[in-house]
């Protein structure tokens, strides 16, 4: 099989994890910001907006839930910094971490 056109991105990961509290705080946190439903089972793959409080759409990204206590947010390398300091701006007081992991993890995005 040739491949033809095809686009090759490097992508930035950041970690959603929960440190206190209940299992669920990372769930709640991406889902209250999330368009689409981000709280599915572990191994799950969501593509969704971010919205702003007013409905309005802040950047785009994929979820991955990696077991109960941790998911992994993917967005693109160019908007990785705009993206994880509006997710930091709406954590919640307590009971979640986000980390920029993308120094430590690789995610290839393929299109063609």
């Known amino acids: ?6 686009d090759l991105n490097l992508l930035r990961v950041f970690d959603a994890v929960y440190r206190a509290g209940s299992v669920s705080r ?11 439903d981000v709280d599915k089972p572990a191994g799950t793959v969501v593509y ?31 908007v990785g910094r705009h993206d994880l300091a509006w997710l930091r701006k709406h954590l919640p007081d307590s009971g979640v971490v986000l980390e920029d992991r993308s120094s430590s993890l690789c995610c290839l995005g393929v299109w063609g």
């Open 1 to 6: 099989m040739q491949l033809k056109d095809i």
């Open 26 to 36: 990372a769930a709640e946190f991406l889902q209250r910001l999330a368009a689409n």
């Open 48 to 78: 969704t907006a971010m919205l702003t409080p007013r409905g309005g759409i802040a950047c785009d990204l994929t979820v991955t839930r990696v077991d109960d206590e941790r998911f992994w947010v993917v967005t693109g390398g160019a």
